[in-house]
T-cell receptor, first 113, second 109 residues
């Protein structure tokens, strides 16, 4: 089954404790992206990757890191999480450069206390 | 940068037709997409317009006018399960993707 998986689905952590949210896709997509979604707002792009070893900042990259060492994986790293990073996070992948159909993972609900 | 504006809420009755508008300001605009999201769920792709005109996919159609920086999603024969949030999204061929804040559609019996 074609899918994007994210882990963990839910996470409660404390300020400053480094964490990684994993994202993996099995569709051989070149493009992958991370978004955060806050209540009443749309999805805001954090980082995206056009291919292996190619990453770029989205609209809200501060406080986040990513890496793309393999085509299928695109982990999101929070080196020192803060309460304002409490949010719902989605990973997505797509053929091409992301302007067409993006496939989204199920989401990771992160709470930073 | 890019920004997309859409109404925050729309209400319609079962069986009716509803149109959700999206206006955008963007540099390097490549095309307009539409996504549906049910409460707490992942967004799912509905439609994409790269060229001006109408794209039809079953009960859903999407329209784009580049000269007016405007698009819309048209939902026909509304069903209760269509109650959800709908997002327009503008993409560039450089990978940047910007979403509107979403329109909550409520379908009433």
């Amino acid at each position: 089954e074609a899918q994007v998986t994210q882990n963990p689905r839910y996470l409660i952590t404390v300020t400053g404790k480094k964490l990684t949210v994993t994202c993996s896709q099995n569709m051989n997509h070149e493009y992958m992206s991370w978004y955060r979604q806050d209540p009443g707002l749309g999805l805001r792009q954090i980082y995206y990757s056009m291919n292996v070893e190619v990453t770029d900042k989205g609209d809200v990259p501060e406080g986040y890191k990513v890496s793309r060492k393999e085509k299928r994986n695109f982990p999101l790293i929070l080196e020192s999480p803060s309460p304002n990073q409490t949010s719902l996070y989605f990973c997505a992948s797509s053929f091409g450069t992301g302007e067409v159909e993006q496939y989204f993972g199920p989401g990771t609900r992160l709470t930073v206390t | 940068g890019q920004s997309l504006e859409q109404p925050s809420e729309v209400t319609a009755v079962e069986g009716a037709i509803v149109q959700i508008n999206c206006t955008y300001q963007t540099s390097g605009f490549y095309g307009l997409s539409w996504y549906q999201q049910h409460d707490g769920g992942a967004p799912t792709f509905l439609s994409y317009n790269a060229l001006d005109g109408l794209e039809e996919t079953g009960r859903f159609s999407s329209f784009l006018s580049r000269s007016d920086s405007y698009g819309y999603l048209l939902l026909q024969e509304l069903q209760m399960k269509d109650s959800a949030s709908y997002f327009c999204a503008g993409g560039t061929n450089a990978g940047k993707s910007t979403f509107g804040d979403g329109t909550t559609l409520t379908v009433k019996p």
